[in-house]
Structure formats: structure tokens, C-alpha cells
Antibody, heavy 115, light 107 residues
Framework: EVQLVQSGAEVKKPGESLKISCKGS????????IGWVRQMPGKGLEWMGI????????RYSPSFQGQVTISADKSITTAYLQWSSLKASDTAMYYC????????WGQGTLVTVSS | DIQMTQSPSSLSASVGDRVTITCRAS??????LAWFQQKPGKAPKSLIYAASSLQSEVPSKFSGSGSGTDFTLTISSLQPEDFATYYCQQYNSYPLTFGGGTKVEIK
């Protein structure tokens, strides 16, 4: 059974760093793209970026390029989404997704950034 | 970037109704289109990929069609569990993009 299990909710202050995770299981982690999608409160879905764990090829949405870093550790079949300096506007639910057609979704990680 | 325009943005329908949602791409995307359903407080769920292929365990009341720039998602007979927000997404080229969503509400 394919599963994407994300790390738990986070509450952070503006300016702090954060790394959230998504562990894939039940499929070949290195042979499937894994990406991230943002959903701000009450809003639609936005694609942030995607990584191919087999060779770490990474693509970003222009809207998120330079704002976040996507990485993966294939030894533990886990992908990451990282911020170096959070803003209040980063408050959102973040989902990891498999493949470019997003056939499987993680359960979501709620990130709240507030002073 | 390819813009995905969904219509309508919301609709009210009754149980048993046939519902059609449209998604238009700003340029041709072949059949590289997916549809998702999202219920409040839940992660989206994949319904359809490659414009018309049903994901496993998705009921056959859902169907997709189209190619190029114009696509539709049809729910043949709306049931209470189908009231949700639906999104289309193109994966023909980067950046991957979503439609704005269609909220299906109870009439």
C-alpha cells in the first residue's frame, strides 16, 4: 500500500527556520517524483516544487523558487520541505504528493507562523 | 505558465443530479490533466489522471473527458458524500498548475 506520512503540526515565530518531512512507503521511492503543495487558509491549491529522489533533480514553481528548499534522503525514503526564515504569510497547510499527477497525498502538515 | 480556468467556481445541486465541471487550459496540454476532490479538513484525493482514467477504487459515477485545452469532470448521480471542492491540475509542463476549484454545495 502506497503511503505518504508527514510530520506533525508546527508553530513557529517569524524569522525562525523549519524543516518538515514526508516519508514514503509501499512503492519505489527513488523512481517516483515527490512534490509539495501549499494550501493557505480558505484558499486553493498551489504547487511549490518537486524532486526526483533517484538523482535529486528538483524543479520549483517560480512563486516559491528561493523561498523554500526541497530535498530527499533516499536511504530513509523521506522528502523534506525547508524554510530558512519563516514569514507570517507562510502559515498554511502543506501536502506532499507523489508523481507529477499527484496520485497519492500525505495527510498534510499545518504550519502556523505567528509572533 | 499554463493557466487553468475552472468553471463554475461554485454550484448548487441536488442529490441525484448530474453535475459537470469544466477546466480550460491556456494552451494545449494533450491529456496530461488530473482531477481531485477535497472535503473540508481533509487532504485532496485523486479521482482521475490522464484526463479520463479513473484512479483505483474511485467509483464509476465519476468520469473525465477532453484533450488539448478543454476538459470536463462529470458526476453522474450526485450523492451526499460528493459534496466537496473539485480541482483540476495540468502536468504537461512545469510549473505544474491547478485550477481555482469548484465548490459543489447542496441545493
Amino acid at each position: 500500500e502506497v503511503q505518504l506520512v508527514q510530520s506533525g503540526a508546527e508553530v513557529k515565530k517569524p524569522g525562525e527556520s523549519l524543516k518538515i518531512s514526508c516519508k514514503g512507503s509501499g512503492y519505489s521511492f527513488t523512481r517516483n517524483w515527490i512534490g509539495w503543495v501549499r494550501q493557505m487558509p480558505g484558499k486553493g491549491l498551489e504547487w511549490m516544487g518537486i524532486i526526483y529522489p533517484g538523482d535529486s533533480d528538483t524543479r520549483y514553481s517560480p512563486s516559491f523558487q528561493g523561498q523554500v528548499t526541497i530535498s530527499a534522503d533516499k536511504s530513509i525514503t523521506t522528502a523534506y520541505l525547508q524554510w530558512s526564515s519563516l514569514k507570517a504569510s507562510d502559515t498554511a497547510m502543506y501536502y506532499c504528493v507523489r508523481r507529477e499527477e499527484f496520485d497519492y497525498w500525505g495527510q498534510g502538515t499545518l504550519v502556523t507562523v505567528s509572533s | 505558465d499554463i493557466q487553468m480556468t475552472q468553471s463554475p467556481s461554485s454550484l448548487s445541486a441536488s442529490v441525484g443530479d448530474r453535475v459537470t465541471i469544466t477546466c480550460r487550459a491556456s494552451q494545449g496540454i494533450s491529456n496530461n490533466l488530473a482531477w481531485f476532490q477535497q472535503k473540508p479538513g481533509k487532504a485532496p484525493k485523486s479521482l482521475i489522471y490522464a484526463a479520463s482514467s479513473l484512479q483505483s477504487e474511485v467509483p464509476s459515477k465519476f468520469s473525465g473527458s477532453g484533450s488539448g485545452t478543454d476538459f470536463t469532470l462529470t458526476i453522474s448521480s450526485l450523492q451526499p458524500e460528493d459534496f466537496a471542492t473539485y480541482y483540476c491540475q495540468q502536468y504537461n509542463s512545469y510549473p505544474l498548475t491547478f485550477g481555482g476549484g469548484t465548490k459543489v454545495e447542496i441545493k
